[in-house]
């Protein structure tokens, strides 16, 4: 192409932007607000095109904070579509995404880097920095949030320690296993304390056993505040786990089953860990026969093995 024709081309795509005025703002739902959740979707739909059709159409749920909700689907039902929305890394076609009080489509694209950093991720593949140590790949993420340098020495030896990963710090990605890079990736969305995590397939890659641990570790994660949202296709461990399920199909909401009442009351980690391989619940230990570990509920020791 010649070197003029790139300017003219541009204009060109300018002046018909221009004419096709302000891109429309996605038309507002008539969804009351809800004051008290974290996350909150008012009629929301995404549209990609109209070749490929919608992948989510009028979605309306709220999610309050201390929940624990899998989003479960068959693969193409709109589950990575809903997490790129909540992540504002897409824009809806119509309704509003209300997250901690914040409309996201009042965010200007400025601030959206500050409203990711209270978004925990952990994805199917790691996404962890090869050439990066696992100490590396977890301060990173405080590094570029503009922690200081002795708060990046306080906190990342204390959330690998939480995710035992202690006798890994200076190992690279490609000496772990899957489940340990996972947790590292744990690890890295945790190391913020963000109010929210969301997890897209993040036992996909993993054996039963090790997703087992990881699911455990987000549980142990939920029960200190944090909201945990987990898209998986994996339905018996969903089935397992009798947490809040909200099912999507063809893009639609199609189920959304709250928790029941058996399941309100806290498992410690090891009783949530029996549940998961569908075992009967170890039997409660009086409060004077419990060692120092399991009074704090310490589900992880420091080699890394999940305690049964
Ligand atoms: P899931 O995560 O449950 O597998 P997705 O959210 O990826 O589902 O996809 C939902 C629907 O949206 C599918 O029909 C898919 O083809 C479509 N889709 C997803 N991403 C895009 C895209 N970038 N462009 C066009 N269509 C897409």
Known sequence: MAATEQPLRRARTRRAAEAAGP?????RSTVPADPNAVIQLRGVSKIYDHATGAGLKQATFSITPGEFVFLVGQSGSGKSTLMRLLLKELEPSAGSIIVAGRDLGELTRKKVPYYRRNVGVVFQDFKLLPNRTVYDNVAYALQVTGHSRKDIRAKVPDVLRLTGLSTRLHNYPDQLSGGEQQRVSVARAFVN?????????????????????IMQLLYRINRAGTTVVVATHDSAMVDRMRRRVIELNDGLVVRDEQAGAYTARDENTAEF????????????????????????DDAFRDDGRTTR
């Open 193 to 213: 304390h963000p109010p929210l995590l969301l997890a897209d397939e993040p036992t996909g890659n993993l054996d039963p056993e090790t997703s087992i641990g």
């Open 273 to 296: 860990g029996a549940l998961m391989r569908g075992e009967p619940a170890p039997a409660p230990k009086r409060m004077a026969d419990l060692g120092p570990d399991e009074l704090f």
């Open 23 to 27: 891109v429309p703002a996605a038309p």
